[in-house]
């Protein structure tokens, strides 16, 4: 599975912004899908998930109430819609496919997009 992240840019803070990712090569519906970030000199860490076959969503205390992740299976898409920015959320976003749910392996990763947010 090959995943293709975009729509990562420079935003003020306080405005928004929608990554997408898309898959191709695999069977994309059977996957986890979610969003991950690296800030300069930090890990990464996890922003949000989507399971395959719920849609059940799972969020990062700190995009809680901001971020919304969602799928569109029939376009083999998944999306971050990030509201009411904040300079802290600026980072490299990668997408992410796993067939476990729990995350503990992830099986694909996209090659990134940056987000750089202006305050």
């Known amino acids: 599975v090959q995943l293709q992240a975009s729509g990562g840019g420079l935003v003020q803070a306080g405005g928004s912004q929608r990554l997408s990712c898309t898959a191709s090569?695999?069977?994309?519906?059977?996957?986890?899908m979610g969003w991950f970030r690296q800030a300069p000199g930090k890990e990464r860490e996890f922003v949000a998930t989507i399971t395959w076959r719920t849609f059940t969503t799972s969020y990062a205390d700190s995009v809680k109430g901001r971020f919304t992740i969602s799928r569109d299976n029939a376009e083999n898409t998944v999306y971050l819609q990030m509201n009411s920015l904040e300079p802290e959320d600026a980072a490299i976003y990668y997408c992410?496919?796993?067939?476990?749910?729990?995350?503990?392996?992830?099986?694909?990763w996209g090659q990134g997009t940056l987000v750089t947010v202006s305050s």
């Open positions: 090569g695999g069977t994309f519906s059977r996957y986890n």
């Open positions: 992410a496919a796993a067939r476990v749910g729990s995350w503990a392996v992830v099986d694909y």
